[in-house]
C-alpha cells in the first residue's frame, strides 16, 4: 500500500522532473518536487499558519482563562475548548500536516538509498527517462550522503520557522513583594516554548545530518517555502484580527 501510494508516484516524479531538468539534476528535481507538494497542500498549510496566528491574537483571552480559573483545571479546560470553538480554531490543525509529511520524507530516504535503477518495472510507461541521472545538486553535494553544511540549515531554518510561529508566552506579573507570580501553565508552556524554539531545531538539524542530503534538501526547502507563507499570512494578521474582534 505505501509503495503504490507514496513511494512510487514519489520515485516516477524524480524520474521525470530529472529529465526536465539542466543536466539532469536530481537535487533540481527534488526542489521543484519539493514546491510542487508544497503547493498542493498549500490549502492545509494556510489553515494550520492562520490557525497559529489566530492563537497568537486569542493569547490575551486565554491569559485571562488560566487566571479567572486557576484553581480549577477542568472548567479551565472547558472554557478553553469554548474559545477556540467560538473563533473556529483548532490547536492541532499543525499534526496531520506533519503526518503528510512523514511519508514523503521517507519515499525520498529510501529513493536515495536504493539508488534510482531507470529500467526498474515500476516506472509508468508514460514517464519520461533522462539519459542518465546525477545523483547530486548542482554538480557539487552528493545527495546520497549525509552533509553537514545542509543539515546546519535545516536547523537554521526550523528555528526560523518555528520563531514566527510560536504563540508569545505570558509575561509572568510581579506579587507586591518584588517576585514574579509563576504558575504550573506558565512555566509548562514557557519550557515548551524553549524547547520548541532552541532544542528542537538542533534535534532536527543532528537527524539530518544521520541521512543523506536529499532529506536535508527537502526540509530546506520546504522550512523556506513555509516561512514565506507565514509571512504572507503576518502581513494579512490585520484582516484576521478584525474577524476575530480582537484588539491587538
Known sequence: MYNTLVYYPIYNALVFLT??????????AVVVLTLLVKTILAPLSHKTISTQKKMKDLEPLIAEIKET?????????VKMMELYKEHRVNPFSGIV???IQIPIILALFFV???KIDLAADFIYSFVMKPATIGMS???????TQK?????????????IQVKYSLPPTVKKEKKKD???????????AEGMNFQMKYVLPIF?????YGLSAVVSLYWIVNNVFTIIHEFYVRNKAGKIADELDISR
Do not use: W, Y
Request: proline letters at 2%; hydrophobic letters at 50%; zero cysteines.
Open 19 to 28: 529529465a526536465l531538468m539542466p543536466g539532469n539534476d536530481i537535487g533540481l
Open 69 to 77: 480559573h486557576k484553581k480549577d483545571r477542568e472548567a479551565q479546560a
Open 97 to 99: 500536516l506533519m503526518f
Open 112 to 114: 536515495f538509498q536504493s
Open 137 to 143: 545538486f548542482l554538480g557539487l553535494i552528493d545527495l
Open 147 to 159: 552533509n553537514l553544511l545542509l543539515a546546519v540549515l535545516v536547523g537554521f531554518t526550523q528555528f
Open 178 to 188: 518584588g517576585e514574579e507570580d509563576s504558575s504550573f501553565g506558565s512555566d509548562f
Open 204 to 208: 532536527i538539524g543532528f537527524v539530518a
